[in-house]
């Protein structure tokens, strides 16, 4: 052993031996007497800093406005800040982010530490999906859409004579807002209450299918949700434990029942409107107990959860058809009275068995019980024809439940290895596979020689395998008999995973590589997927060039790809279709501060490349190439700072972003393309803006000698 | 290394681990040994280490005074709460001798991580949750201080706009998803990963929030969770089997392209087994399977009907 190594092995050792002393120690009295904490800076009073701002955007964008809220031209007035007030152990905390756009952040919290607390917080994420959509339909009435005037029904798009004329711009977005209450009390030291309220809102436009068997049209319908949540807890905590018992609420309502569309198709007489189910009000109530309780021996800790729940359903069901001129059943029922019961249970037991060694044992169950009731119903199909046919509803349920065995034993100081057994079952109700076993085996190893190395490596594999694919079942689902859902087929599973961290030397250089290898097949699929792999790497370095500076790099692959085969005649495979995703990103930037003691300057710049290629290859048809899917992201962001004195600083900040996609889906489709399909003719994404930003900081509440954060 | 040698090697290892656990046990009654703290506490730790990153954490929870509970209120330990005594730390050295170190936190420190989390545990071992002990984060030796700054105002993961930086420092592979196409908004600084996923650990699978995936995506889109009349059987069971919620090249964040998706489980005779090749593009005979939104055209509900004429989710 060097010599020169033996100082720093008595520090480690040192280290060691007083982090166990301070756990030892927390149980001996100290004399705090004299720790008057004259030299602690307690905040009293009120501290804060604003920004406002002035920011201008060169051009309208769906894609950068989405969720930023920057997404007209023009310029847009912005607010920011956060402050704090504390007085004598009350505490105020408040915190606004993007004020003055529709991406809006707000919260206050406070408390009287150890007592009480309390949150109110108010989120805003506006959605952008195509600012380029137009569309004939008028709505002039809530979720009705109703043809312009003078428009002339044809069989087919190419004899919309008035659909030039009839179309309008009609942006699809829509905006989500959140409202959020909460409060905590703690009457003593071992007693929690908590409670908790949410308020989802969510209202706008989106794209709805609007079918007429062989015709279709895509429909700009509105739509308003409201979520109200509640969250409710009570905890109890012990010198070795806590249980906690929590109820939980969610209520989901549509203010619409339905979507009604007037047919811009040639119809059958009575099929001139259609209308959808919108998602139906519902309900879900979750009841849990959960608990944890450590034992001294072998550093044991169990712990519990059990949650039983109840989703339910009762919205008065729309008839079987709009088309007065059917004659169809009465309905089964008014209303559908759904229930679901849920059941999830959960127990892990966790413990040190000697010095480097650790097992845990977890075990976990999920039941979904539809309870549903059944009925006889007679479809009407596109409001155009009675079927013919009775369908009974089938209510899905299952069982899921999960054995994991895993540990870990530090075999030296610097290696350790570990290895982990998981067994799944699934019972599924009214599927093609009622029983469905997986057992996953891993082993990993970590070598960390010093502590500027550490080297993970873990693979493993998993087999899924089935009771039985019950033909017959499928045969009444009109399915191939050959067909296997990649949910439900046999399949086996290897994967690896290889992670390095380092520090480079003595510099403050850090560097991460992850890589990720999974390997699929489905060996018993002849129709359906047969096989998939996923390959991803990523690598990142940091360097902290000074203790004001800094630069990093970063970048990342993935790959892709799946097979899979289909029938055209209803028999053995005769087509065959290959999925391949590929992902680049790559990154840098820099950070640097107090340039000649005023000046902050960072960078960062991103860009991302994903490819999609997709063959198909058919007896019928040959081999098929589509064109590449592609989407392009560069995205520039500089902000400079000027620290006039500790408290007033003036913010530069320049962003720019480029987003380009190519989409077959897309790509010239407009309204009247498809000759069975009525589009809004959406374009692939193709945007660019520059977003240039002036803004001042202000600081209060700060000692003028305060140095800044 | 041949297979019997390795054979071997794990026969011994796991005979020593039975022996081990079997006669391993506390020394009973032993005497704690004590040690020393500092003269005057903070006032100790201040005179060397007044600096403003320091000086921080009197901004935040961990320095109220008229809290019995916190570090700082009377009769507490301070600043040696979590680094442990200091008074070896705090007392003269001898000129060529090492000052013996206290506790520092982190996963680069020389303290062990556990002894680290311990410190952290001794007082919030009852808020993190029932999941942590034996949890993806535990088991992988993170420090709480990989997360959490103590000393900061405003801890960078507790924000919304700025955890899920804090979360890719590790989760790189996941950073890298979010980039894609279509995902969540976390590239726009919106949405934090604490809102699926609970970092301090769950018992549920990939530590969700809530009980399970599904619950856990309804919190948010709960229009999908019915129950409907007509369900389709993938989305009632797991919604990660068509969705890839960190991120997707395709649109609604798909893991693959309508009419394949669809199709690598329907086979029905007619047009679901149709083999959709390049012809029906745009440039060719526009077909209204490849088209616009694809099955969507016309089977709008693929999450479920409630529709009495639903049963083919196209009402």
Redesign the interface.
């Known amino acids: 052993m060097n010599a020169s190594k033996v ?1 720093n092995i ?3 050792v ?3 031996v ?11 009295v ?1 004399d ?1 007497s ?10 009293s009073g009120q ?1 804060s800093d604003f920004s406002v701002g002035v920011s201008t955007v060169s051009d309208s964008s769906a894609y950068f406005g ?3 809220g920057y997404s007209e031209e023009g310029a847009y007035a912005n607010v920011d800040g ?1 402050g ?1 007030y ?1 007085n ?2 009350h ?1 105020l905390n408040w ?1 606004i ?1 993007d004020l003055g756009l529709d ?1 809006r ?1 707000a919260e206050l919290s406070g ?1 009287l ?2 007592t009480f607390g309390y949150n109110v917080a108010f ?1 805003q ?1 506006p959605q952008h999906r195509f600012f380029t959509t137009e569309s004939i339909f008028r709505q002039s009435v809530a979720n009705s859409l109703s043809l312009p005037a003078g428009w002339v029904r044809a069989p087919d798009t190419s004899g919309f004579t008035e659909l030039n004329t009839s179309l309008a711009r009609t942006n699809i977005e829509s905006d ?1 807002t959140m409202l959020e209450v909460g409060g905590r009390y703690m009457p003593s ?1 071992r007693f ?1 209450f908590s409670v908790n309220y949410r308020r ?1 809102e969510r209202d706008g436009l989106d ?5 007429y068997f062989t015709q ?1 049209s ?1 429909l700009p319908g509105t739509f308003d ?1 409201v ?1 109200d ?1 509640v969250d409710f807890g009570i ?1 109890y ?1 012990g010198n070795n434990g ?1 249980v ?1 018992l929590r109820y939980y609420m ?1 209520d ?1 309502d ?1 203010s619409d029942a339905r979507l009604e569309w007037e047919n811009p198709f040639t119809s059958s007489p009575g099929a001139e409107t ?4 919108r ?2 009000d ?1 309900s ?1 109530q ?1 009841l ?1 107990l ?3 309780y ?1 034992f ?3 550093h044991a ?1 169990a ?3 059990a ?1 039983l ?1 109840r ?3 009762d ?1 008065s ?5 709009t088309n007065a001129n059917l004659t169809v059943s009465q ?1 089964p029922r008014s209303s ?1 009275d ?3 019961d ?1 059941i ?1 249970l ?3 037991l ?1 413990a040190k ?2 010095d480097g ?2 097992i ?1 044992l ?1 075990y ?1 169950y ?1 039941e ?1 019980d ?1 309870r ?1 009731a059944q009925d006889i ?1 007679t ?5 155009s024809f009675v079927s013919g046919e009775s ?1 009974t ?4 349920s ?1 069982e899921r439940s ?1 054995l994991n065995l ?1 540990g ?2 530090d075999l030296f100081d610097t290696v350790r290895v ?1 290895g982990g057994y998981d067994r799944k079952t699934i019972d ?1 109700d ?2 093609e596979v009622a029983e469905q076993t997986e057992d996953s085996g891993w082993g990993s190893l970590r070598w960390r020689p010093y ?1 500027a190395l550490q080297v993970n490596f873990k693979a493993g594999a998993s087999e899924r395998d089935i009771d039985r694919y019950n033909e017959a079942f499928a045969a009444t ?4 008999p ?2 296997r ?3 439900l087929a046999y399949r086996y599973r290897r994967f690896g995973e290889l992670t390095i961290a380092a ?1 480079l030397g003595e510099a403050p250089i850090s560097l ?1 590589i ?1 890589a ?1 290898y999974a390997d699929d097949d489905y060996t018993q699929s002849q ?3 047969t096989a998939a792999d996923d390959l ?1 790497v ?1 690598a ?1 370095m940091s360097w902290a060039l000074s203790d004001n500076s800094s630069v990093y790099v ?1 970048g ?1 692959y ?1 790959n892709m790809e ?1 097979e ?1 085969f ?3 005649l ?1 028999a053995f495979p005769d ?1 065959r ?1 290959s ?1 391949n ?1 590929r ?1 680049y ?1 790559a990154g840098t930037g820099f950070n640097v501060r107090q340039i000649g003691g005023k000046f902050d300057l960072r960078m960062d710049y ?1 860009r ?1 490349d ?3 290629e ?1 063959d ?1 290859a ?1 007896a ?2 040959g081999l ?4 590449n ?1 592609e ?1 392009t ?1 560069d995205y520039l962001r500089v902000r400079l700072s000027y620290h006039r004195s500790n408290r007033l600083e003036f913010l530069i900040n320049l962003r720019y972003q480029r ?1 380009k ?1 190519t989409d ?6 407009e309204a009247g ?5 009525l ?1 809004l003719g959406a374009d692939p994404y193709d945007d660019e803006i520059l977003i240039f930003g002036l803004g001042v900081r202000y600081r209060m509440g700060v000692p003028a000698t ?2 800044s ?1 | 290394m041949g297979q019997r040698s390795i054979s071997r090697i794990i026969a011994a ?1 796991l005979l020593g ?1 039975v022996i ?2 079997v006669t ?1 046990a ?1 020394a009973p009654g032993s005497p ?4 020393s ?1 500092s ?5 100790t730790c ?2 060397c280490h ?1 600096v ?1 990153a320091v ?2 954490i ?2 935040t ?1 961990h ?8 570090p ?2 009377l ?4 600043c040696e709460a979590c680094h ?2 200091g008074g ?1 730390h705090a007392s003269r050295v001898r000129r060529g001798q ?1 000052r ?4 520092k936190f982190g996963s ?1 420190e ?3 991580v556990r ?2 989390n ?2 952290c545990l ?1 007082c919030h ?2 808020d993190i949750s ?2 942590w ?2 949890g993806s984060h535990d ?1 992988g030796d993170v420090a709480c201080a990989d997360c959490h700054n103590i000393h ?3 801890d960078a993961v507790l ?3 700025t955890q899920p930086e804090v979360c890719f420092d ?1 989760h ?2 996941q ?3 979010t ?3 279509f995902s969540h ?1 976390f590239f ?1 600084d ?2 934090a990963c604490a809102e699926c996923h609970s970092p301090h650990g769950e ?3 990939s530590q969700f929030v809530r ?2 995936l599904n ?1 856990t995506c ?3 889109h ?10 389709h ?2 989305v ?3 919604c990660g ?1 068509c969705h890839a919620p960190h991120g997707s ?2 649109p609604g964040m798909l893991t ?2 309508a009419p ?1 998706l669809c ?7 007619g047009h679901p ?7 029906g ?3 060719g005979v ?3 399977y ?5 099955c ?6 693929v ?1 479920g ?8 989710l ?2």
């Open positions: 100082p008595v520090s480690i040192a280290l060691v007083s982090a166990t002393m301070a756990s030892v120690a927390h149980s001996q100290v705090t004299e720790w008057a904490c004259n030299f602690c800076p307690f905040e501290r989405d969720a930023t956060s704090s504390t004598d152990g505490r915190q982010e991406s952040y408390a530490q150890g989120r994420i989500r030291s929690r989802h794209i709805y299918g609007g079918s279709s895509l949700y979520t949540v905890r905590s806590s906690s969610s989901f549509n259609a209308a959808l189910a998602p139906p519902n879900f979750q849990s959960s608990g944890r450590r001294t021996q072998y800790v712990a519990f959860s949650a729940g989703m339910e359903q919205e069901f729309l008839p079987y058809t309905l559908l759904a229930q679901i849920t999830n959960a127990t892990t966790t068995l000697f060694a650790r845990k977890a976990r999920n979904r539809n549903t119903w479809r009407v199909i596109a409001d369908e509803n089938i209510p899905y299952f999960t895993s870990h034993y570990s599924r009214f599927q502590k689902l009109g399915q191939n050959l067909m859902k990649y949910n520090a991460t992850n990720l129709l359906g997927i991803r990523t990142d970063s990342g993935e799946s899979q289909g029938s055209e209803f087509w279709a999925n995703d992902f990103t991103t991302s994903g490819t999609s997709i198909v058919s019928a048809g098929s190439r589509f064109p899917l989407s992201l987003f996609a077959w889906a897309l790509a010239g489709v393309t498809i000759p069975v399909v589009t305060a140095q954060e | 290892l681990s081990l656990s391993k506390q704690e040994p004590e040690v703290y003269k005057k506490g903070a006032d201040l005179t007044g403003p000086h921080a009197f901004r929870k320095a109220v005074p008229s809290d019995p509970h916190s700082f209120g009769g507490q330990l301070q442990g005594p070896a090492e013996p170190p206290v506790i680069d020389e303290t062990p002894s680290q311990a410190m001794g071992d009852a029932f999941g002990h034996g088991n900061a105002p405003r924000q919304i706009s590790c790189q592979l950073r890298s998803e980039l894609k196409a908004p726009e919106k949405m018992s549920t699978t009980q399970t619950d309804f919190e948010c709960a229009e999908k969770r019915g129950p409907y009349l007509w369900e059987a993938p009632s069971e797991d089997l090249n395709h693959s392209r394949l199709q690598s489980c329907h086979s029905q005779s087994s149709i083999a959709q090749d390049a012809d593009l745009s440039t526009p077909s209204q490849l088209l616009g939104q694809s969507l055209n016309c089977h709008e509900q999450h009907s409630n529709h009495p004429s639903g049963s083919k196209m009402r």
